[in-house]
């Protein structure tokens, strides 16, 4: 399994990015999708994920109503909208994938670094 993001740069209080994480190795269909970030000197963070076969969306607290994850099964991809930007969201960015029933994140890509900067 393999899980690439992109995406990551320095942004503007304010602004907006889009994180990519593309998968290979894996029936995607099968694999519910997750972002986690962790900020210097903080512990990692949950932060949005994407059901496999239903889609159901589920967003941490503090990104609700900023944030949007998508999907696109036939590109292997799944996506991070990131609207309304504060320094708060400065962190390393991870995708991460779970089997379909499995009750942990099996794989995790290599992070992409997001700052915001005012």
């Known amino acids: 399994v393999q899980l690439v993001e992109s995406g990551g740069g320095l942004v503007q209080v304010g602004g907006s990015l889009r994180l990519s994480c593309a998968a290979s190795?894996?029936?995607?269909?099968?694999?519910?999708i997750g972002w986690f970030r962790q900020a210097p000197g903080k512990e990692r963070e949950g932060i949005a994920c994407?059901?496999?076969?239903?889609?159901?969306?589920y967003y941490g607290d503090s990104v609700k109503g900023r944030f949007t994850i998508s999907r696109d099964n036939a590109k292997n991809t799944v996506y991070l909208q990131m609207n309304s930007l504060t320094a708060e969201d400065t962190a390393v960015y991870y995708c991460?994938?779970?089997?379909?029933?499995?009750?942990?994140?099996?794989?995790w890509g290599q992070g992409t670094q997001v700052t915001v900067s005012s």
């Open positions: 994407i059901g496999s076969s239903d889609g159901v969306k």
């Open positions: 991460v994938a779970r089997f379909r029933g499995s009750g942990h994140w099996d794989s």
């Open positions: 190795g894996i029936a995607f269909d099968d694999y519910a």
